[in-house]
């Protein structure tokens, strides 16, 4: 299955795995799944570390791009539809970056990890 991970979860994967459910990082460990990053969450990170909102041991560029590798997660850019589909969505969240993700994990045909309960008011597939 294609799993897409919000930007909390990818972070919260390396910092403090136990706020994950056990079924959560059962899929996340799986290597039959396939876990992707959204180059939104990229760019939410690289925003909130330069805000000073967000501490990181490195440079978001080498932490993002580090830990993606060293867990084989797959990248997924942004497209055009992605951003059509993000601006069409309902305005349940206020926040671009996770309605960005809620239009490529609909799009994508994903199913969208987060504990974000907003999200939880759009049509999208997510584990919890």
């Not at 919260?12 to 799944?33: D, G, H, M």
């Not at 969505?89 to 990890?113: G, S, W």
């Amino acid at each position: 299955m294609k799993y897409l991970l919000d930007t909390h979860c990818f972070l919260w994967w390396f910092t403090e795995p136990e706020r994950l459910s056990a079924n959560t990082s059962a899929v996340i460990r799986n290597q039959k799944n396939q876990i992707y990053l959204s180059a939104a969450s990229s760019w939410e990170i690289s925003i909130k570390h330069r805000l000073g909102k967000l501490p990181l041991p490195i440079a978001p560029f080498e932490y993002v791009i580090s830990r993606m590798n060293s867990c084989d997660f797959a990248h997924l850019p942004i497209n055009h539809q992605h951003a059509l589909l993000a601006g069409s969505l309902p305005l349940h969240h206020h926040d671009p970056f996770d309605r960005m993700l809620i239009a490529q994990a609909v799009f994508e045909k994903m199913t969208l990890i987060t504990v974000d309960s907003k999200i939880q008011l759009y049509d999208v597939d997510i584990l919890s």
